[in-house]
């Protein structure tokens, strides 16, 4: 009895002690193994123009994908790939015949996400007046973009973009613009709005275009895209030249010149003003001893004793006989 009462309680214990191996070793590859699904990717509607719609597939934060795929109807029209992994792939639809669209993507180790949400393109028929987009600058040198859409529709959100291209023979070829660089609602009693000039890196020219759109009814209504605006790097101040005067800065010399002259004015008006002021304390100092040199001479004239007039006169006292 003994033997077989310690024989169940090794097999009782050994048993327990291997089914928390096995759930310890389940956790480990349930944490480690990639999952079978990878989390659907988000499809939205970027840009329209009269004819066409950009597309954009977007894997969610910290997934990337190598190869995306578009469906219509559940059918592949179009797949982007990327041997790097990348978040986002776009597509450019042609507008008609309607349908449902949606998007997966493929990561690295072959595994696939889920379809992203049913989109349904906006088939509106007549696309809204174009705005039109110009350069600002006001004086202290800050440079804006501005797009004034129709006047008939107040309130619209506005949305600008950066035009990418591609340089061939015959000059840059502009592309559909994707993304928006800034979006902007505004007020009912506005329709225009103004963007800060984005930061351009290098010297080469950056196209932008801009579109508005407004709620009519339940739906959306899309401009056309403005004309495409150049808009290059400002250049910055010339260095003066090493040699001739090319780079003299002449109004700061000119400047300097007059700031000169007009202090050497100013000096001389004061040697000229202590001058006067010198020569008439002069003046003052010798009328004031003239008229104690006369003094002095009518007081010592005063004091000199005189003949009395009987003396100079006795000739005349005696009688004259006739």
């Known amino acids: 009895m003994l033997i077989v009462c310690i024989d ?8 327990t002690l291997l089914c928390s191996a096995l759930q310890h070793w389940n956790r480990v590859l349930s944490s480690t193994i990639t999952p079978r699904v990878l989390p659907a990717p988000e499809l939205k509607q970027t840009t329209r123009t009269r004819d066409r719609v950009v597309l954009i597939c977007q894997a969610p934060e910290g997934h990337l994908g190598t190869n995306f795929t578009l469906f219509r109807d559940q059918k592949p029209v179009a797949s982007v790939v990327n041997q790097h992994g990348t978040e986002t ?6 507008v008609g015949g309607g349908g449902l669209y949606c998007c997966l993507y493929q990561n690295n180790h072959g595994v696939y996400s889920g379809f992203s949400q049913y989109l349904t393109l906006n088939t509106q028929q007549h696309m809204l007046p174009a705005p039109t987009l110009s350069l600002q600058e006001d004086a202290g040198g800050v440079r804006r973009l501005a797009c004034t859409g129709s006047a008939a529709f107040p309130g619209s959100v506005f949305s600008l973009y950066q035009v990418p291209y591609q340089v061939d023979g015959g ?6 613009p994707t993304d928006p660089t800034a979006t902007q609602r505004i007020p009912v009693t506005r329709h225009h709005a103004v963007f800060p000039l984005p930061v351009q890196e290098g010297p ?6 801009c579109q508005y759109t407004v709620l009519l009814g339940q739906d959306w209504s899309f401009s056309e895209h403005s004309q495409p605006l150049a808009v290059s790097t400002p250049r910055g101040p010339t260095p003066p030249s090493t040699t001739g005067l090319s780079g003299v800065d002449w109004p700061l010399v000119l400047g300097s010149i007059s700031a000169v002259v007009m202090f050497c004015c100013a000096l001389a008006l004061v040697g000229v003003i202590a001058y006067r002021k010198v020569q008439a304390v002069a003046k003052e100092k010798k009328k004031r001893e003239e008229a104690q040199f006369w003094t002095k001479d009518w007081a010592d004239t005063s ?4 003949t009395p007039l009987w003396n100079a006169l006795s000739t005349f006292a005696t ?4």
């Open 8 to 15: 169940s309680c090794l097999s009782l214990w050994m048993y």
């Open 89 to 94: 792939a776009q597509y450019t639809v042609t």
């Open 171 to 176: 000059g840059p070829l502009l592309l559909l």
């Open 204 to 209: 080469s020219a950056t196209w932008y275009r």
């Open 303 to 306: 004091t000199v004793p005189r």
């Open 319 to 322: 009688q004259i006989s006739l």
